[in-house]
Structures are given as C-alpha cells and as structure tokens.
C-alpha cells in the first residue's frame, strides 16, 4: 500500500466506503462505472468506461487488496472502494517460453506458487495462486504448457504438473466475492418492555 494511504486513513477513519462503480475485467482492465451520472442508463453505460491513465492504473494497483470475508477493493486514501469483478480478483499472465515460464498478475506483482487450478464454466482457466485467485488473460491460454490424458488437462509447471478440476463456481472454489454490496444496516435494537 502506498505510504501516504496510511496516514489517510488514520486521519480521517469514518470515511464510508463506496460499491458498484468500480469493475475488473477478465482481461485485467479496469472499468469506472458512473451509476452517478445524471443521465446514466444501466443498460447502456453499466459495463462502464475503461480507465485509461497509467498513473491510475499503476495507484489501483498498488493499493488493491482483499478483505477477510473474499471482496476485492482499491483503498483510495481513506475510502475503500469495493471492486466488481467480472472473473476473479487477479489476472495472470505469463512471461518467457515453457521452459522459463514465469506468472505476474494484471496489477504487476510476481505469482510465485500456483497451488490448483480449475476450468470454469466458460471455459476459463482459473488458478490458486499465493497473490489469490486468478483467471489466465485469454491471450495467454495457447502459450501454456497443457496436456491432455484421456478426460484428465494437466498445467505443467517447473514444480510438477497441477491436474485441472473443474467448477461451474469460480467464486466458491477461489473464495471470493464478485458482486460485493455493502452490507445491510444493524437492526434497530428493541424497544424495552
């Protein structure tokens, strides 16, 4: 997390947080929905439009973590931001041939252990890594070192190969949140008598 969030949020601790204007894609791009916006229409703009600043991008990055309950959210100096996403809370990519594949996430870090993987529902490969749950960039899928043997898909990795289960439930089998929504109100306490 950057230094100057920290003071930030010692600062100013009741900042509330804000849900459904922020999106993840399953490329890795990030998406401002402006739910806001006087004229916002949630068929037409709901996908939202992609940020595009470098900057931007590299401070979301930078300042992306996950909470103890699975949602994914941009600590914007004192204001949490939770982030919809559209596959999982990282996106992998790879780097280098088969023989020196190397994995960094769609925020930059390096993923330095897969422990599973998964095909999802849409066909996507979904991995358990230590950064967290991730979705392989599409682009990347042909690359990859798979092989098939009967109905079992193995990844080959350097540490050995990882056997591919499958889930119609990326969000259960990788312990995440997709659509995270602020939580409802506590109860009004009861009157006595």
């Known amino acids: 997390m950057d230094p100057q969030v920290i003071p930030a949020l010692e600062r100013w601790p009741s900042v509330p ?18 739910r806001g916006r006087t004229d916002f229409d949630e068929a037409r703009d709901g996908a939202g ?17 996950g909470d103890d309950e699975g949602r994914w959210f941009w600590q914007n100096g004192p204001q949490r931001v939770y982030v919809d996403l559209d596959a999982a809370p990282f996106v992998a990519r790879t780097i280098g041939s088969e023989a020196v594949l190397r994995w ?5 870090s390096p993923i330095a252990s897969i422990e599973a993987g998964w ?11 230590d950064r967290g749950g991730a979705v392989v960039h599409d682009l990347d899928l042909a690359a990859l070192p ?23 439930s990326p969000e259960r089998t990788l312990g995440f949140v997709a ?14 008598g």
């Not at 947080?17 to 402006?34: E, K, P, Q, S």
């Not at 439009?49 to 973590?65: A, C, K, P």
Request: aromatic content about 6%.
């Open 17 to 34: 947080a804000v849900w459904g204007w922020l999106r993840l894609d399953r490329r890795g791009d990030w998406w401002l929905v402006d």
């Open 49 to 65: 439009s992609r940020i595009t600043h470098r900057r931007l991008i590299e401070f979301i990055g930078r300042n992306y973590t």
């Open 104 to 108: 960094v996430t769609h925020t930059g």
């Open 119 to 129: 095909l999802g529902p849409d066909g996507q490969l979904l991995l358990r890594t």
């Open 146 to 168: 798979l092989s098939e043997h009967g109905t079992r898909i193995e990844l080959r990795l350097p540490g050995g190969p990882i056997v591919l289960g499958r889930t119609d």
């Open 179 to 192: 659509r995270p929504r602020e939580a409802p109100p506590a109860p009004a306490p009861r009157p006595a």
